[in-house]
């Protein structure tokens, strides 16, 4: 880099707004994938990124890295070319003008981003193996498509219960192989995130690492997909942002995530805006997934706005489910009873219909049969 | 008053929190209206305000205008008198613990607060006799059961259009005729108040009067429906507190109206708060209503947060529409366009049953037959 | 106004910003009293409204009450006029556009808004006549300017004392008899907006108040000045444009107050946003004060934040004080003792020439000899 | 651990907030270092961590790891032991009940938290050797204490510059051996921590890292003291949290830093909530700075806003300073040309003494002599 540009760079991070001179080159309808692929060559040894995302109709190939404008003329006549398309938004990955198809992501066979709405369901944390695979069981029962549940907690407090860990990707992985349930848990750090990819079949980033940069760089070289929550006071640009570090790294593999903003209204622990749904939709190609029970902190919130996310167009819903009421009623803390959790799918499945989507039974599958072929710990 | 008790009241406004000593006064399942008359009375003998509030089995009488504790012998042995119940928070009126049932509130053929899911639409601002009749009548078509349409506008510039005024309330008057919808339309201050309750059916208050205290008042002496909007910062308990002051009047027919919070998040003018829905329900016997149209600033997000609106629970909608894209799409209004506004009162009829709730059509009959009886102008 | 400049305005509320088509007219240096009327003439024969306010130098004219674009032609050849400036933003009288010097609000021998950083003491509310003078005499022999304490208190519950209204008002008026201070007092409505304006020295709008249009219209009709408090969640251009309210009625003497805005943080009732002082007065030739008391809600706070506020720049502060420790103790009210009031005064009086300001002592008259002439009752 | 304390603990994390049952064990006045020690043993015995945190007249010990209860007996027999403190809160180590008397963090010759306001200035992000050095020759020639400047520099975008890293921290080393000024840089993940740690004086940790565990975690084990930044949304409790995360790790040397939280207001980049550092300094024994520049976005308001921040209280300043005003002109940005900066240090100087605080010169030495000992490349 010139010292003038590594000057502007420099300054582009003191008080200006990051200014991108990115470019989407969109191939025809009839290029060979030869032509994909020589474009993508071409751009490497610009010394740039070529990321090549196939659509319906025709590949765009978004080009990253270049922190200055690229010069046209090294693209426009390779054959198969049909459109050099500046990005005017400091995102492009996350971006319909790169990719206008829903991205579709499936994990065994269940597909987030499609007709189907998602449910994905399970205790706060994992406590033990009995009362995971119970839960388990009876969020399956109730037609949760994925088991949540966390073994690394991010603690507000260093003095808190941080999660049994690798134990509890474990007792994860076995609540998986009992219920068939494909598992999504979070990573907190950069060993957790191993683990979490070695066990569970989803990685979930919480909010408070939505900034995380190196945390969000590793999830991008990560195999599994990835459910990234919102920060809580971030804006949709950074949210996209934040989605873009992972896919720049190559997981296209995003799942947004509205778990609830701060504001000053205390009806709630948070505020959740489920006004971003359509509005990453419209943008993005990305699903979105709504937490309700972080969203609103309080269990009897937790039905209602998990009807309103689905009517609003969410992808699908991550709720948590609780059993035992006697010792949990206590403080009125967020987790569904399984019954609610019962009651609530019943309705869901009602509802999805009206918005032309579908909440289909998650497996159909004797329990425990097919689900070997998970255990990540053979 | 005496001085003792002046400073002390005095003091609760300097940064102390109200803390009131009221009481609710439940009358057995027996109580005849005599019974409930004698214990008004002797409220009032004693120099606060008694609130009568039937209920589908018993009848709760409210006290107000105590500012210290009232001596529970004055009325524990009245005949009738089932139970004194100390009110623990500062709204009492609109309360639960007053009046368990909901509050159904009737205009015309209308119920609000019933099984019905109510939509108001119509133009932001009436412009012009014909285009607001013209507007009234799609929307009419399309399912609504109320005209909205703004004849004093809330302005916040002193230079900007501040409405038709008095022209504006006959122009609504006359929709009304010709498509027997009820009005609704907002007041913005003593002068417009009494207008509006002479030519509408319900009176809208603003959220930047939420809380002009005057104005609450002259609400609750008016013989209308008030819709009261929340206002941009206003807490649950705030937005309760307000509609207290339009009930203590004397006026029990308040619909509260979700309309946005003002929050850090950029991508919709407003935050629409959904959750406050189910809270308001909870503690409240009041209907509540949600405008989508100033809840995002947007009109691609009215449809998804109507939707979301319905499954949350909210009892109706306030929908702005607009019929001339050509003139309106320049800078990117928040007025749906008559065929947008007809698909989604096709989509929210659908989605009613699945919250137990109706969406009908407004009127059956003929238009212009019945609607004579509603001009204040005769 | 023609059909379609109607439909143009109406629609400028629905969604749209408003966008106005303002201008000033800047006369010459040499322009005599007669240009200037001469030029203030022609605009009023326009139908507009002359708006004419002299400078150090040079006398610069506002024209408002123009919906759309006005011909410069009109004036541009009249004697004495140096230049049209079109105005840019929404609100012009309120800006250094058109008035580059300071605006200097003297009430008695008090001067807000030039060198002198003005304090405005007293008690929350006016409680009896023995207590209001008995606070009054402490803060005037610590050095405060002006006697604060509220007549009329907007209640955010219906229940609430609202204060001893016309008494408390006369009370204040015996208080400036006694101590020369004169008073700032809050109107709430058209009715107590009449009794201050007669009884008091300054008019004070409260933040619940900002955007009550009618109450800010009345206030630009009275004869004394205004303090506008800023709105909970109101940006810097609403707060400019409810001042343009009160100036684009006739009253130039409008005295911005910062209160707090409100936040998700919890250490303080509401977040006092200092860094709007130096926004206002880099825009506006109005001056700015700040409320500390209000600003924080918490006693320890109010003496830090009111040092800050002098060292940010503001022209004023207006805090509660309080001196009966014994009774205001039991619930962290906000209010200074009155040694800590003297203790603050003195940090300020050394605090003030590093920002080249001054704090007087406020009056040197013997208490009682010169303040007959404000007993508004005669 | 039990299995139901797991179990309890496990819950913690699931909507309720963390209750704590800590302790503090205060010894006598006359207590040996025996005596301390044999506390601490004790406490290591039975599974904790022991803090020990001498003060003026006595030494306080913080007992962290304890997920439950302790049982006083095991501690109040022995030796030297005055008191046993339940922790009322859910921080200890930062509390002024563990520690009554302000920390002093000594970097080289200056202290912070002591009676000097201290004054870190410099560039955004260090571009090249020679600019580093020139602008770290003016800040100090105006009287800067420590020199400012990122090397990792944490960025919203992916594609954005990211600093000069290693190189850059290199350079800084270089200008404080030129200048004798100390650095403080931002570390952005475990890698640069490393770096950091071995660079620089002080580590900086980013307002989008406060709740990074890992990262505050390996800062807890850093030889260096902390600036920790607030985060865009913390409260008060998440920062004091954060805080403890470092000192529960052994790291006692954090400074808090206020940087602007996230609100609807507009008028700056971010809401600079002072009122912060009176909170802050009245339940903890840290030092807090302030950061005007990220905390308001425009240079225009640093000055101000810096003085404010002396006048509240706080212990130090970190500010931007630029000197390429015709490159950086163009967009508005935060930093201050170093003649503005150089006045401002003059006005601070002038401002400290009235809140009995001091602002000398940073270094008397002559230039370059005795800064060899800090290089650590060697």
Do not use: W
């Not at 420099?10 to 032509?35: K, N, Q, W, Y």
């Not at 994860?172 to 999504?184: F, M, Y």
């Not at 593999?253 to 701060?262: F, K, P």
């Not at 009421?325 to 019962?342: H, N, T, V, Y």
Request: proline share 7%; net charge neutral.
């Amino acid at each position: 880099m010139s010292n003038e540009s590594v000057n502007s760079a420099a300054r582009a991070h003191c008080g200006f707004r990051a200014r991108l001179s990115a470019m989407l080159i969109v191939m025809s309808a009839h290029a060979t994938p030869e032509d994909v692929e020589r474009v993508c060559k071409r751009i490497e040894e610009l010394g740039f990124k070529a990321h090549a995302m196939p659509g319906a109709n025709r590949t765009a190939i978004g080009l990253t890295g270049n922190p200055g404008p690229v010069e046209p003329g090294f693209f426009e006549d390779l054959p198969g070319v049909a459109e050099l398309i500046p990005v005017t938004h400091p995102y492009k990955l996350v971006s319909r003008e790169l990719k206008p198809d829903n991205t579709e992501i499936r994990i065994r066979d269940v597909v987030i981003g499609g007709p189907e709405v998602v449910v994905m369901a399970g205790p706060c944390a994992v406590e033990s193996e009995e009362q995971t695979i119970r839960i388990a069981e009876k969020v399956r029962a109730a037609g949760a498509h994925l088991l949540r549940g966390g073994a690394f907690k991010p603690r507000t407090s260093p003095y808190s219960f941080q999660g049994l860990g690798l134990q509890g990707l474990k007792i994860l992985a076995k609540a998986r192989e009992e219920t068939g349930l494909p598992v999504v848990t979070e990573a907190v750090d950069g060993e957790s995130m191993e683990l979490v990819e070695k066990y569970a079949d989803i990685i979930q980033l919480g909010a408070r690492n939505m900034q995380n940069y190196a945390l969000l760089k590793q999830a991008g070289k990560a195999r599994k997909p990835v459910v990234l929550k919102r920060g809580m006071s971030a804006t949709l640009e950074e949210f996209f942002l934040a989605a873009e570090y992972i896919m720049s790294e190559g997981n296209y593999q995003v799942i947004m995530c509205e778990r609830g903003i701060r504001t000053f209204a205390d009806h709630t622990r948070n505020t959740l805006d489920l006004s971003i749904v359509p509005a990453v939709k419209r943008i993005s190609h990305l699903p979105i997934i709504v937490d309700p029970s972080h969203g609103t902190g309080k269990r009897h919130k937790v039905a209602p706005m998990s009807r309103a996310s689905v009517a609003v167009g969410a992808d699908g819903l991550i709720i948590e489910v609780h059993d035992q009421p006697e010792k949990a009623l206590s403080d009125g803390p967020q987790a569904l009873l399984p019954e609610a959790f019962e009651s609530l799918m019943e309705e869901l499945r009602q509802l999805a219909p009206v918005v032309r989507r579908t909440i289909t039974t998650s497996c159909k599958s004797p329990v425990g049969t097919s689900s070997g072929a998970h255990s990540p710990a053979r």
